[in-house]
């Protein structure tokens, strides 16, 4: 018999006394041990609710249970998860947690203190919701190094892309939708703005490359800028505009960056759709692999957390190593990173074509019918620096979004 305790009853906490509670057999079977929910935390009072005999108000009566050998951290936040977690975890109980601020900031540190004390800090749930990411870099992707992550990491800015897209919504009406059907919350700023993403991208670039990635330091740009004649030009390239988190490896540099981009339709992330989140990930020798699924949402971010909890139950005093050192990992400034973009421009191509060939060398001109009065360009790859700089000498630009993949 293993106990553990539920920190947290909201979406995901009463998803996970869900999943075990319907699946405690199978989960039984697959973990060699029977996992007992032995108390539920919450500030809160549930009458009636299954988990009324289990309910707790106090954290210390969970701390000092010995019995007690897997905490599970699901009230997101950084405090007091924080000092939760970290108590937990000097006391010689396994933590699983599904809470990427947390993870984002204080990772490193907490997974020394579960190697320490032969016990586990695991995260899957912090990243893509249900899809498998964490466990398969940490455990699978080893025979060689990863040189490139990219993915859809925010199911919510998704969904809004992908009805501007398809439903020809503009950014407004898609945000109310996301929110109505309970995508979005009601301040959606964390997920538009791209700072979810974020969090998400340094706990993945962290783990690929062993080395702390300091999510304040990666560039982040959100979607709440792009618009539907953006959506269009980008049709007519080929491709669809996603918020894409990345973290590459280029020579000795490493670049990573929050932003949206015009995916070409030959690339995998192209065909993510909806809330659906996808990681695109690049070895040496392995190639391209990509995991796909549920980035969000109550049952699916809770079977990832139960599978840590299945994960700690076979592990129990046996710390699983994790390749994340305190080290941080020096990112190179965007200015040096290459790629294509594509940039719109008022007036006609007639007007500004020599100066644009001479400033940016070889271009595509594109003009769609809906956006009259104006016409975009799509360079090669050049650098973001000397983007920046020439795009200044173009009169006037209406905005630029970057390329991924040949378009
Ligand atoms: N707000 C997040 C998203 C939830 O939309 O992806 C999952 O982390």
Known sequence: ???????????????????????????????????????????????????????????????????VKIVVEVMGGVEPAYTFVKKSLLAGKSVCTSNKELVAKHGPELIAIAREHNINFLFEASVGGGIPVIRPINSSLTADPIVEIRGILNGTTNYILTQMDVAGWDFDKALATAQSVGYAERNPEADIEGYDATRKIAILASLAFGRNVDYEKIYTEGISKITVTDMLYAKKLGGAIKLLGSCTKQGDSYYAMVAPFIVGSDHPLYAVSGVYNAIFIRGDAIGNVMFYGSGAGKLPTACAVVSDIVDAAKHLDKHIYTFWSPEELTLAGTGGAVRSFFARVSGSPADCEAEIKETFGSVRFIQIDEAPGEFGFVTDPVTEQSFDENIKKIPGVLGRIRLESSI
């Open 1 to 67: 018999m293993v106990n553990i305790a539920v920190l947290g009853y909201g979406t995901v906490g009463s998803g996970v006394v869900e999943v075990i509670d319907r699946n405690g057999g199978s989960i039984n079977m697959k973990s060699g041990r029977d996992i007992r929910i032995k108390y539920v935390l919450d500030l809160r009072d549930f009458p009636g609710d299954r988990v009324e005999p289990i309910l707790v108000h106090d954290f210390d009566v969970i701390l000092n249970d010995p019995e």
